[in-house]
């Protein structure tokens, strides 16, 4: 587990992120990171296309949700 400290920036809160987990998500100052809501939680990802995917599945989930409910018996 890896804490990670808010700070202030102007009138907003920022999060300060750890040099290792800038390195794992292969980003640095100025690069976009996404933070998506999933089943599990929170995801932190620099990848657009898994934003995007995660959306695509909530939306299947809410639209076939009593499918998924029959094939999950």
Do not use: C, N, W
Request: cysteine-free; hydrophobic content about 40%.
């Amino acid at each position: 587990m890896i804490a990670l400290k808010l700070t202030t920036v102007g009138s907003s809160t920022g999060v300060v992120l750890p040099t290792e987990v800038l390195e794992h998500l292969k980003v640095e100052s100025g690069d976009m990171l996404y933070l998506v809501e999933t089943p599990g939680g929170y995801q932190l990802t620099p990848d657009e296309r898994f934003v995007r995917q995660i959306q695509a599945a909530g939306r299947v989930m809410r639209e076939h949700s009593e499918v998924l409910r029959e094939l999950a018996k």
